[in-house]
T-cell receptor, first 111, second 112 residues
């Protein structure tokens, strides 16, 4: 599985757009990029997944350049409740779809 | 959507005591099931996964074991707990080749 690198922490004010970038230089052709969100004392929650270009859902957008060696999770107009740890994962469709979680990016949103 | 049940929510156990954590899944059939452990301030470590009844794969050799006696039941066990077994244990469920896994509420285990 490709290794991912993302910032340890980020701070933002409420109402701002937050962009979290993840590097995955060794991503393989059949790998997908997936992001999860985790609140304290809870299990992670799936946010978004993509292969290339741009993907958008009701929660976030995911931007993936043509070389796919990085990806950016964009959270529009964050609120205090977006304070969480965000994990970038690269995974392929193996038999069990195993996921490898790193330490993630701890996002702190303040007023 | 799937719902993952885990119990107990918290557990304090002495070193050397046995452990049994149970996870059950609602809302799907024949899921892939996973046990993760998360140490304080760290990412999740995959411990075991299962693609079917009685089929268990271990990711990290240690004094823990897992069993899947029914399609939607996954059990994590230990015969003798170590201090290093303390952590937040999460059960997750996924379907086939999907990258979306649903996580349970977790069990916080403290070994004293």
């Amino acid at each position: 599985l490709a290794k991912t690198t993302q910032p340890i922490s980020m701070d933002s004010y409420e109402g701002q757009e937050v962009n979290i970038t993840c590097s995955h230089n060794n991503i393989a052709t059949n790998d997908y990029i997936t992001w999860y969100q985790q609140f304290p004392s809870q299990g992670p929650r799936f946010i978004i997944q993509g292969y290339k270009t741009k993907v958008t859902n009701e929660v976030a957008s995911l931007f993936i350049p043509a070389d796919r060696k990085s990806s950016t999770l964009s959270l529009p107009r964050v609120s205090l409740s977006d304070t969480a740890v965000y994990y970038c994962l690269v995974a392929n469709t193996g038999t069990a779809s195993k996921l490898t979680f790193g330490t993630g990016t701890r996002l702190q949103v303040t007023l | 959507s799937q719902t993952i049940h885990q119990w107990p929510a918290t557990l304090v156990q002495p070193v050397g005591s046995p452990l049994s954590l149970e996870c059950t899944v609602e809302g799907t059939s024949n899921p892939n099931l996973y046990w993760y452990r998360q140490a304080a301030g760290r990412g999740l470590q995959l411990l075991f996964y299962s693609v079917g009844i009685g089929q268990i794969s271990s990711e990290v050799p240690q004094n823990l074991s897992a069993s899947r006696p029914q399609d939607r039941q996954f059990i994590l066990s230990s015969k003798k707990l170590l201090l290093s077994d303390s952590g937040f244990y999460l059960c997750a469920s996924g379907l086939g080749e999907s990258y979306e896994q649903y996580f349970g509420p977790g069990t916080r285990l403290t070994v004293t």
